[in-house]
T-cell receptor, first 111, second 116 residues
Framework: RKEVEQDPGPFNVPEGATVAFNCTYS??????FFWYRQDCRKEPKLLMS???SGNEDGRFTAQLNRASQYISLLIRDSKLSDSATYLC????????????FGSGTKLNVKP | EAGVTQFPSHSVIEKGQTVTLRCDPI?????LYWYRRVMGKEIKFLLH????????ESGMPNNRFLAERTGGTYSTLKVQPAELEDSGVYFC??????????????FGQGTRLTVV
């Protein structure tokens, strides 16, 4: 079983739509969680960390459900510039960045 | 401030040859990581340096891969001899030292390796 699983998509949505991605992880002892964004042929960049209480950053909301071992990312009022691959990242350790990556979910926002 | 830089950006080599990838982390970052993505798969951890010491090399696929970080600054990842299945994108990342669950890791743009 993979450490981190994501729906690869693509999710094709119109501008202004709300879209949500889920990701499940297998290690119940995992310590920290992130969403990274990766544009085509670019490096992954941190979008947001995911806290136990849930957190919001502008149009983006991240949630963590430890009981069901999944994290989610909600994007409201999608922009064309949101088109990218969104990587679910789990760190099983308390320290350092030994990440387990999901395969990524591709989002296409269309005019 | 310069980010994580990797060289070369692309490399095409023949099976059996040797290739050396280089990573320059952000200045002052003690932690340096190597990851790779092979075609159609997710990005996977290879190894982690704290300064010049290997903290964790559990992700290294086999003994054809050798990583070094002499002096605790830049790092090299050598593949010798290269095999077809080594093709992929090799990412380097760095983060500041010390304990911290959410210490951000910054990625380089990657080296795209093609073994033919």
């Amino acid at each position: 079983r993979k450490e981190v699983e994501q729906d690869p998509g693509p999710f094709n949505v119109p501008e202004g739509a709300t879209v949500a991605f889920n990701c499940t992880y297998s290690n119940s002892a995992s310590q920290s969680f992130f969403w990274y964004r990766q544009d085509c042929r670019k490096e992954p960049k941190l979008l947001m960390s995911v806290y136990s209480s849930g957190n919001e950053d502008g149009r983006f909301t991240a949630q963590l459900n430890r009981a069901s071992q999944y994290i989610s990312l909600l994007i409201r009022d999608s922009k064309l510039s949101d088109s990218a691959t969104y990587l679910c990242v789990v760190n099983p350790q308390y320290n350092f960045n030994k990440f387990y990556f999901g395969s990524g979910t591709k989002l296409n926002v269309k005019p | 401030e310069a980010g994580v830089t990797q060289f070369p950006s692309h490399s095409v080599i023949e099976k059996g040859q040797t290739v050396t990838l280089r990573c320059d982390p952000i200045s002052g970052h003690d932690n340096l990581y190597w990851y790779r993505r092979v075609m159609g798969k997710e990005i996977k951890f290879l190894l982690h340096f704290v300064k010049e010491s290997k903290q964790d090399e559990s992700g290294m696929p086999n003994n054809r891969f050798l990583a070094e970080r002499t002096g605790g600054t830049y790092s090299t990842l050598k593949v010798q001899p290269a095999e077809l299945e080594d093709s992929g994108v090799y990412f380097c990342a760095s983060s500041q030292g010390g304990q911290g669950v959410n210490t951000e890791a910054f990625f380089g743009q990657g080296t795209r390796l093609t073994v033919v």
